[in-house]
């Protein structure tokens, strides 16, 4: 029982009986100009004297309504209308913008005609349902009614019709309820098929939503290589100032300018991948690093933080694609990153290219290396990353009495010539 009664007058079916009466409302206008059309053409002047013609008005004025729903803002309102009353699951199941081919255009103006058809039944029978309803159900309880000359029917003269007549008013509600109820639930229900998106609208929204997520991870990538490897560095050079602080001060000296500039450069990029989280783009903001212009000090803050580094670069860095000299950086400072997590152990970069490709390699000691961290391997799924969208190959794991990355780069994609050297 109440779970009938909340189908015909629970929060959902109010708003969708709301949602009808503003089509009705919608209606009028129409309705107008069709009486106009009708009162002529039946020699009638005043056509709302006649229910037959008052709904041949409304017949003829839905058409002219579904003409005036070709403008272009008529889709979005009516979407933002059905999202906020008649309780459409899901923000992408109705369009947001307008209808632009032939087959969304009828079909908004198949809806519109719809919520007007509906609406404006729905908004009729609530202005005169419920003042025959209170008729009904007021009349055994007051005498002066009986006696009016409102045309009352011949039943309502006898006793048990009397008796019957608030029960029969009670009825009259509740199917106007239902009726209600069943126009709103078949709106709802048309609703994704009239003004939903398209499948060419639904693909546009899942290639946006999968490009939004290629640069997001990007991001975290280039946080975490950035990020990660400078917190590693600060806190082996602090350590290592801290042991010597009072036999070597000009290690101590060097490692806090190592340590300064470090984070100088790691707030700097920072920076830059903020700028692309708040503004979508950033234009302006420093480049990212490379091998040409920033291998060199990779190098000399590692080396700062007491890792002992031999660096062999068989290629032109300067003559390397943007995308790649970039990602190639990333790389080398997972790698790098990797490494200072066991100090001291000695670590040979070697970078080369041949043959179209640019092959990176990155070894160190493998009985030094610590126990795997919990929630480890985040940098390596990167690096792994990095190489994919590339086209190259990656290999990281033990070779020996050694732990070797070793990454292969393509030189001549179409991709890594023609990306812009943004971060």
Same mark, same amino acid.
């Given at each position: 029982m109440?779970?009938g =009664? ?5 929060g ?5 009986w709301?949602? =009808?009466?503003?089509g009705g409302?919608l209606?009028m206008p129409?309705?107008?100009?069709g009486?106009?059309?009708v009162?002529?053409?039946?020699g009638?002047?005043d056509?709302f004297?006649?229910?037959p013609?008052?709904?041949?008005? /409304?017949?003829?004025?839905l058409?002219i309504a579904a003409?005036t729903?070709? /403008?272009?803002l008529?889709r979005?309102? &009516?979407?933002?209308a059905v999202?906020?009353?008649?309780g459409i ?5 109705l369009a947001?913008? *307008?209808?632009r081919t032939?087959?969304e255009r009828?079909r908004?103006?198949?809806w519109f ?5 509906f609406?404006?039944i729905? @908004? ?7 003042p025959?309803?209170? /008729?009904?159900?007021?009349?055994p309880?007051f005498a002066?009614?009986?006696?009016t000359?409102?045309?009352?029917? &011949?039943?309502?003269n006898h006793a048990?019709?009397l008796?019957?007549? *608030? ?6 509600l509740l ?7 069943g ?7 048309w609703?994704?098929a009239?003004?939903g998106?398209? *499948?060419?609208?639904?693909?546009a929204a899942? &290639?946006a939503r999968?490009?939004d997520?290629?640069v997001?991870n990007?991001?975290?990538r &280039?946080l975490h290589?950035s990020?990660?490897h400078?917190?590693?560095?600060v ?5 290592a100032a801290r042991?010597?602080?009072g036999?070597d001060p000009?290690f101590?000296r060097e490692?806090?300018?190592a340590?300064e500039e470090?984070?100088?450069r790691t707030?700097g990029e920072?920076?830059?991948v =903020? ?8 234009p302006?903001?420093?480049?990212a690093?490379t ?9 000399r ?5 007491g890792? *002992?580094?031999t660096?062999?670069v068989a290629?032109?860095p300067?003559?390397l ?6 990602e190639?950086y ?5 790698g ?10 000695p670590?040979?970069v070697?970078i ?5 490709r640019?092959?990176i390699t990155?070894e160190?000691?493998?009985?030094a ?10 940098g390596l799924r ?10 190259? @190959?990656a290999?990281?794991?033990?070779a020996?009495d050694?732990?070797?990355l070793?990454?292969r ?8 010539t023609?990306a812009p050297?943004r971060?």
């Open positions: 109440r779970a =009664l909340r189908l015909l007058v629970g959902r079916a109010r708003r969708r709301v949602h =009808l009466i503003l409302a209606a129409y309705v107008l100009v009486s106009v059309i009162g002529p053409l039946t009638v002047d056509v004297r006649s229910l013609l008052q709904l041949g008005s /409304f017949a003829v004025g058409p003409v729903s070709l /403008f272009p008529t979005p309102l &009516e979407s933002a999202r906020a009353l008649c699951d899901g923000d992408d199941a947001h913008g *307008p209808a032939r087959a009828a908004t103006a198949a005609t719809l919520h007007l058809g609406g404006g729905v @908004a009729g029978m609530s202005l005169a349902v419920p025959f309803a209170g /008729f009904l159900i007021a009349l309880l002066g009614l009986r006696d000359r409102l045309g009352q029917p &011949e039943v309502l048990w019709g008796a019957l007549s *608030p029960l029969a008013g009670l009825v009259t199917a106007l309820a239902a009726c209600a109820a126009c709103g639930a078949l709106l709802a229900r609703a994704p009239l003004l998106p398209t *499948p060419e609208d639904r693909l899942a &290639e999968a490009a997520l290629a997001r990007r991001l975290a &280039e290589d990020v990660g400078a917190l590693s560095a806190t082996l050079q602090a350590s042991r010597v602080l036999t000009e101590v490692a806090l300018a340590i470090t984070t100088r707030v920072l920076d830059a =903020l700028g692309v989280l708040r503004d979508g783009d950033a302006g903001t420093a480049p690093p091998l040409a212009t920033d291998l060199d000090g990779l190098l803050r590692t080396r700062a933080a890792q *002992p580094v660096a062999s290629a032109d300067a003559a694609p943007p995308l790649v000299s970039r190639a990333r790389i080398v400072q997972e790098l990153s990797n490494a200072l997590k066991h100090a001291g152990t670590v040979a070697r080369a290219a041949a043959e179209g640019l092959a990155v160190n000691p493998l009985g290396a610590p126990a795997p961290r919990p929630g480890g391997g985040h990167g690096v792994a990353d990095r190489v994919r969208l590339l086209g190259g @190959a290999e990281a794991g033990p020996g050694t732990w070797r070793h990454v780069l393509p030189l001549t994609t179409p991709t890594a023609a050297d971060g």
